[in-house]
């Protein structure tokens, strides 16, 4: 499962790098405490709320909750399922 995971992250970051510059860091353990401590140094951190059905929608995730209280630099949070057009 590990080496799937960095597979498909690195297949991402190279699809990625054919539009904008781009850096990966594929670390281990909790979601909340590994983006918490890799968001300090960045200019933005982007995440995706899970948003399960009407109520769900204006609800976060305890992971995208915990980095809105803590992350080290701004946050973006998007819906479910948003595409970006990535331009440099």
């Known amino acids: 499962m590990k080496a799937d995971l960095r597979a ?10 054919t539009s904008i510059e781009v ?3 594929f670390r281990e353990g909790a979601a909340d405490e590994v ?12 995440a995706g709320s ?6 769900g929608a204006v609800l976060l995730g305890s992971t995208t909750a915990a980095l ?5 630099c701004p946050l ?3 819906p479910r399922g948003t ?6």
């Open 23 to 25: 850096e990966g860091r």
């Open 83 to 88: 595409r970006f057009e990535l331009i440099a």
């Open 76 to 78: 973006l949070v998007t």
């Open 8 to 17: 498909r992250h690195d297949e991402a970051l190279a699809e990625a790098a």
């Open 50 to 55: 899970r948003g399960y059905g009407p109520i």
């Open 35 to 46: 983006l918490m401590r890799e968001s300090q140094g960045i200019g933005l951190l982007v």
């Open 68 to 72: 809105a209280k803590k992350a080290g």
